[in-house]
């Protein structure tokens, strides 16, 4: 049950909002807020109402019921008005629930995605270059912008690591359950005998921090410069241009080498280091609101297994939701994405739900 203040209050704030909106005194640098916030409102109110008429409604059909004078033919209404009366009220219930939830700011920004080959060697690269294709395919698929900020590549066209920008709308929100361990079994194709290795990758998927989220004291920061270098360690340019930026109060340290200029370089790399820094306060706050992380799908740790992606069967699992999907191959191609993605949402909402019930 939802408390009938809360939903009383959502109707109040819909009203106050209104009566802002339509104001000649209304604060125009907050308008946008307050649109948006009204917005937001207009969509739930419906379901507000007919959640707080609920008791009213029903109470009138019960007395029709008790009512000696009623025919059968109009009990027989009641009782069908009663049954549909409960069904709306579940799904008013739920609706008003979900817009209840504790929203994350974050959902509505952009991306920073990182990835990184783990244990096993060649063949985690490999798997590493798989996966970011995977991405670059579904960033087409759905018209999203997605822009290399820094590239390591390993031999036979593997990825030692890879960090990008992805752009449209509310990406952050569809994209960070990916945060964590990707593992893939598979025969290498220079494996003779045809035994399937294990190997993975890490993925991180960051909100991207704007400037306004995160405020950086130079103070703070400590920025070494040193020649970029290419694998093997061969020299690549002859000018001090590759960064290394560290946040002293955090720690958390970026390097970008990827540019011949040391201004471009640091750009990208304190643009990396505001979403790290950001995402840093974030799990701060969320681990100060709530100590038990379970109810939650994963904690978006690096370091926590989430997807097997297994070739000899053709399927791909899912370990926080129990989800397989024999579609190994239209996974990759960024085909199914949201299917998993639909299904990871929906358990996250319903494990929320079952939090704020508590």
Do not use: C
């Amino acid at each position: 049950m939802i408390p009938v203040d809360k939903v009383r209050e959502i109707i109040s704030k819909h009203e106050l909002l209104e009566s802002k909106l339509s104001s000649d005194k209304i604060d125009k640098k907050n308008f946008a807020k307050i649109s948006k916030e009204y917005s937001d409102l207009n969509e739930i109110l419906v379901n507000a109402k007919q959640y707080l008429s609920y008791d009213g409604a029903l109470s009138d059909i019960e007395k029709i019921l008790n009512d000696p004078r009623s025919d059968q033919e109009i009990k027989d209404l009641a009782k069908i008005e009663i049954e549909d009366l409960k069904k709306k009220k579940i799904v008013n219930e739920k609706k008003l629930k979900l817009f209840l939830l504790p929203k994350d700011d974050a959902d509505r920004k952009n991306a920073i995605i990182e990835i990184r080959a783990g244990t096993g060697g060649l063949e985690a690269s490999l798997f590493a270059a798989d996966l970011f294709k995977m991405y670059e395919k579904i960033s087409n698929k759905k018209k999203w912008s997605l822009e290399i900020i820094s590239i390591s590549k390993s031999e036979a066209d593997g990825l030692k690591e890879v960090i990008a920008t992805i752009k449209g709308k509310n990406i952050y929100s569809l994209l960070k359950f990916e945060s964590g361990v990707h593992r893939v079994q598979r025969v290498p194709d220079t494996e003779t005998q045809g035994r399937v290795h294990t190997s993975a990758a890490t993925v991180a998927v960051l909100p991207e921090a704007e400037e306004v989220d995160v405020k950086i004291d130079d103070n703070d920061l400590r920025i070494d410069v040193f020649r970029s270098s290419g694998p093997g360690g061969q020299s690549v340019n002859t000018t001090d241009s590759a960064v290394r930026i560290t946040h002293l109060p955090t720690g958390i340290v970026v390097s970008q080498q990827d540019e011949k200029s040391q201004i471009r370089n640091k750009e990208k790399g304190l643009k990396i280091l505001r979403s790290r820094i950001y995402e840093f306060e974030r799990k701060k706050l969320e681990d100060a609101r709530s100590k038990d992380r379970k109810n939650k799908i994963g904690t978006g740790d690096r370091s926590e297994r989430i997807r097997t992606y297994n070739f000899p069967q053709g399927r791909v699992t899912d370990h926080r939701i129990n989800l397989t999907l024999h579609k190994l191959d239209d996974f990759l191609e960024g085909e199914i994405f949201d299917e998993m993605i639909d299904s990871l949402n929906l358990h996250a909402q319903d494990e929320e739900l079952r939090s704020l019930e508590k």
